[in-house]
Nanobody
Framework: QVQLVESGGGLVQPGGSLRLSCEVSGNFFSIATMSWHRQAPGKQRDLFASITSGGRTDYADSVKGRFTISRDNVKNTVYLQMNNLKPEDTAVYYC?????????WGQGTQVTVSS
């Protein structure tokens, strides 16, 4: 049974930082492409950061320079370091894994940026 469990969300002031984690159970994490998506109220879920099995990263323009995705293949975990957070970053954040052609999602974690 594959499970993705996100953690690290919460309430933060504008300009603050948070670090999200997504721990994956099961095998073959190291060959999976991992990504982070977010969904604000009333909006679609959008991809904004990804990392391949080889460590290549890609970011949406909206988070480039502020967010960093990384992975630890020993801990089966993908991370998202978020700096200089803005109110428009408020959303539910989801991690996704694509492994051998199959897609898995986490349950999501809420990030709220507000003063």
């Amino acid at each position: 049974q594959v499970q993705l469990v996100e953690s690290g969300g919460g309430l933060v002031q504008p300009g603050g930082s948070l670090r999200l984690s997504c721990e994956v159970s099961g095998n073959f994490f190291s060959i999976a492409t991992m990504s982070w998506h977010r969904q604000a109220p009333g909006k679609q879920r959008d991809l904004f950061a990804s990392i391949t099995s080889g460590g290549r990263t890609d970011y949406a323009d909206s988070v480039k320079g502020r967010f960093t995705i990384s992975r630890d293949n020993v801990k089966n975990t993908v991370y998202l370091q978020m700096n200089n957070l803005k109110p428009e970053d408020t959303a539910v954040y989801y991690c996704k894994m694509v492994r051998i052609g199959v897609t898995y999602w986490g349950q999501g974690t809420q990030v709220t940026v507000s003063s």
